[in-house]
């Protein structure tokens, strides 16, 4: 193995730890990493914002273009496991939102949208958030 491959997979070892220690509080109900960052008290890049949603650059991007995009009231949307037939209308807007911030980052000739959704997903931030990535070409299959 290269030094390269072994870093990967190293990489690859923390996020899995870090999923699986993130999923123990995933419904305690405490403020995330994300609602700090939507009362302003962690800074980040906006790069939209409206009255249900809030988008910012990712500070670890995978992808030259990588925003979140999250939903301000996470009203039990810790994963898109938990979502319920009353989420309907912020799931349609946050994915309306991907294709806004696509297109505000140029890259709407060809982006992709990820949820991770629970450990095994190694999701590491229990507030719903969908990943738009972009700038260079997309592999498949992603991972």
């Known amino acids: 193995m290269t030094g390269r491959s072994q870093s990967r997979v190293g990489a690859t070892n923390d996020e899995e ?8 509080n995933a419904d305690s109900g405490a403020p995330t990493i994300f609602d700090k960052i ?3 008290e962690i800074p980040s ?6 009255e ?7 500070v670890n991007p995978q992808a ?3 925003v979140l995009i999250i939903p301000k009231l996470r009203d039990g949307l810790t994963m898109l496991g938990k979502a319920e037939a009353r989420h309907g209308e912020i799931l349609g807007h946050l994915l309306y939102t991907a294709k806004i911030v696509a297109e505000k980052e140029g890259i709407l000739d060809g982006f992709r949208v990820v ?9 590491s931030v ?3 958030h969908l990943h738009v ?10 991972g």
């Open 38 to 40: 939507i009362a302003k």
């Open 64 to 66: 030259p273009v990588h």
């Open 45 to 50: 890049t906006i790069v939209y914002e409206d």
């Open 126 to 128: 229990y507030h719903l």
């Open 115 to 123: 949820i991770n959704n629970g450990p095994d997903a190694c999701q």
């Open 52 to 58: 249900k949603v809030l988008a910012f650059q990712d």
């Open 17 to 24: 730890a870090a999923a699986k220690a993130a999923a123990v």
């Open 133 to 142: 990535l972009g700038g260079r070409p997309m592999k498949w299959p992603p």
